[in-house]
């Protein structure tokens, strides 16, 4: 079954700031958690339609690895990745930049499917509770990074 987690936050900075932030794929390692280690495989950090960032996550000393594809990018408004490789069933996640006066909305909203069945629905409430706190560390480093240049 898919779920969907929404997460929000406004950051003082400009639409384009807070867009380019995001299609800049090397920006991934300063917005992920400190208990996560992000390696980015590509060695071109641009991002454009139809790319496929490859990452190798790790977590408790247990590594993962992610194919993930920028299936749609409409300057500066919307960021969309699907994950074609990853360790779940399904995973897409949308952002979406809207000025709101002197600050910028980060809108966050990400589609997942666990795998093994009902397994995966027992472990639910616990990657769901860890996806969310994920998403509100790097809204949270985000706004930091953005707000203080």
């Not at 992920?32 to 496929?52: A, C, W």
């Not at 408004?77 to 979406?96: M, T």
């Amino acid at each position: 079954m898919r779920r969907t987690l929404t997460q929000i936050s406004l950051i003082k900075c400009s639409l384009e700031e807070l867009f380019d932030f995001h299609t800049d794929s090397a920006n991934i390692k300063k917005i992920t958690p400190p208990n996560t280690k992000v390696e980015l495989l590509n060695e071109d950090t641009t991002t454009y339609e139809g790319k496929i960032v490859r990452l190798k996550t790790t977590r408790l000393t247990i590594p993962t690895y992610w194919d993930v594809e920028i299936q749609k990018l409409e300057r500066p408004h919307i960021l969309i990745d699907l994950a074609l490789r990853s360790p779940l069933k399904y995973w897409r996640h949308q952002h979406i930049f809207t000025q709101i006066g002197g600050a910028c909305e980060l809108r966050d909203i990400i589609e997942y499917e666990l795998p093994f069945g009902i397994l995966g629905k027992l472990i639910a409430p616990l990657f769901e509770r860890d996806v969310k706190q994920m998403f509100e560390y790097r809204q949270k480093r985000t706004k930091e990074i953005l707000e203080n240049r």
